[in-house]
């Protein structure tokens, strides 16, 4: 039987660090991993030598269709150059989250057209299309999206802060099916209680985003999302959490039976709340930039094994520039950033492993959007999904150059270590040595098929 792609390097899984390995290919698939000599001849050989061979990124928390100019061929293409294989986009789309099987289907086919990179797909979760949640459950979505709080142009995607009573009856059904209720948890009450105290004050400046959104509006959701949802036996993945707090209320909340995950992204890894000063209003997200102390706590929790997964928040939109921070977007492009800044940050300085990388970026989160074994690791049977990095190549993050339709970024003159050579979707290259070569349409819709726990 000959191979389609024979790939050798030094591979890297979440069991492992394995130098010289080959991996042999066979219609998308892998066959083989060992020896070159011990495998049959291959229609293409790549060897990467010391360079690393990694599992595709599994972006769990990507938004392609919440401004107008992304979509997902420059969202993918993003994700391609940045090591990452399939992402999972959440609904938060102009025009309207999809509620219902026929939405659904509407997004994949669209998707299909435009991805580069393998896609998984979410409902919104929204009072209003309550009914649907039983039907779109067997539809092979990833989980639902539902928001705490009315982030930043919530209105536009046909989604609003839910209330408690809402929330527990939409994490009973969620319940019914074992799916996933996706949660940005910050708490809307207080939240606009500050924002019109701010206001009111004549106080708009840049950093009245942070001072308006306290570490107590992401806790005290937190908290509320974590008792309904152990209440009701609901599965619960909060997203890009951004508080030490958030992650050891889920820690304790699964020791006590609760069935909850936790993410968070580069940007609370990378960057503090003064980042304003560097980049201006470019540093607006929802929740927003943390403390110096919280975000060296995030760095201890991820050596700790507290928290589950990293996910980008890919969420691109036009520079921010007006001086009265609320009328500014929220929301930053990063997918095609994460890995490199991941790698640079913490395996190169020390903070956490080689595996511990792999855990976060591909094997955790293909194992909570169920998509594991086809996805998320190196391993007979699995897609032949690959990123090879270089581990010491030096470079300086340009927004401009970057496939991003936004054309900056949260990262602007941050210096790297560890940068993306290659990128392989089911055994196709998508991505080499700067250049995007596979075709639109490429990537294909995965269904979720085993949920496990994490």
């Known amino acids: 039987m000959a191979l389609d792609l024979i790939l050798t390097g030094k591979m890297v899984t979440h069991q492992g660090v394995f130098e010289g390995t080959s991996i042999g290919v066979k219609e998308g698939r892998i066959v083989a991993i060992g020896e070159k000599s011990a495998m049959p001849p291959a229609a293409q050989e790549d060897d990467y030598g010391d360079m690393l061979i990694l599992p595709g990124v599994?972006?769990?928390h990507v938004h392609s269709l919440g401004d107008i100019n992304e979509g997902h061929w420059n969202s993918t293409s993003a994700a391609a150059a940045g090591g990452i294989t399939t992402i999972n986009d959440h609904p938060l789309d102009l025009g309207g989250?999809?509620?219902?099987?026929?939405?659904?289907?509407?997004?994949?086919?669209?998707?299909?057209?435009?991805?580069?990179?393998?896609?998984t797909l979410m409902a919104g979760g929204i009072p209003e299309k309550i009914e649907d949640i039983p039907a779109v459950a067997k539809c092979g979505i990833t989980g639902y999206k539902i928001l705490m709080q009315a982030t930043s142009g919530a209105a536009?995607?046909?989604?609003?802060a839910v209330d408690n009573a809402e929330l527990y009856a939409m994490f009973a059904l969620i319940a019914k099916d074992d799916q996933i209720a996706f949660v940005h948890a910050e708490d809307e009450k207080i939240i606009n209680y500050l924002v019109?105290?701010?206001?009111?004050?004549?106080?708009?400046?840049?950093?009245?985003?942070n001072e308006t959104r306290p570490e107590v509006t992401e806790v005290a959701a937190v908290a509320t999302a974590i008792e309904i949802a152990k209440a009701l036996g609901c599965r619960l993945h909060i997203v890009h959490a951004s508080v030490p707090r958030t992650f050891e209320l889920i820690y304790r909340a699964r020791k006590d039976g609760a069935r909850v995950t936790g993410e968070t992204c580069p940007h609370f890894l990378m960057c503090n709340e003064d980042r304003w000063k560097?980049?201006?209003?470019?540093?607006?997200?929802?929740p927003p930039l943390r403390s110096e102390r919280s975000r060296i706590e995030l760095w201890e929790?991820?050596?700790?094994?507290?928290?589950?997964?990293?996910?980008?928040?890919?969420?691109?939109?036009?520079?921010?520039?007006?001086?009265?921070?609320f009328d500014n977007f929220s929301g930053s492009p990063g997918n095609e950033t994460m890995l490199a800044l991941i790698y640079s940050e913490g395996v190169n300085k020390g903070n956490i492993?080689?595996?511990d990388l792999i855990k976060l970026l591909?094997?955790?989160?293909?194992?909570?959007?169920?998509?594991?074994?086809?996805?998320?690791?190196?391993?007979?049977?699995?897609?032949?999904?690959?990123?090879?990095?270089?581990?010491?190549?030096?470079?300086?993050?340009?927004?401009?150059?970057?496939?991003?339709?936004?054309?900056w970024s949260m990262y602007e003159g941050y210096e790297v270590t560890g940068k993306v050579l290659a990128t392989y979707v089911r055994g196709n290259a998508v991505y080499k040595e700067g250049e995007i070569v596979g075709e639109k349409g490429y990537g294909k819709w995965i269904k979720r098929k085993n949920l496990c726990n994490l």
């Open 362 to 407: 591909s094997y955790n989160p293909a194992r909570l959007l169920g998509i594991y074994p086809e996805k998320g690791a190196i391993q007979v049977g699995c897609d032949a999904d690959f990123a090879v990095l270089d581990p010491q190549k030096k470079w300086t993050i340009e927004g401009k150059k970057l496939r991003s339709q936004s054309g």
């Open 196 to 209: 019109d105290k701010y206001i009111k004050e004549g106080k708009t400046y840049l950093a009245t985003h």
């Open 278 to 286: 560097d980049i201006g209003a470019q540093f607006k997200v929802n």
């Open 97 to 119: 989250a999809p509620t219902s099987p026929e939405d659904i289907e509407q997004k994949a086919k669209r998707t299909a057209k435009e991805s580069l990179v393998d896609f």
């Open 58 to 60: 599994i972006d769990a």
């Open 301 to 325: 929790l991820l050596k700790q094994g507290k928290i589950d997964l990293i996910a980008s928040d890919h969420a691109p939109h036009p520079e921010n520039h007006e001086p009265n921070v």
């Open 156 to 160: 536009s995607y046909g989604m609003r």
């Open 353 to 355: 492993g080689l595996q």
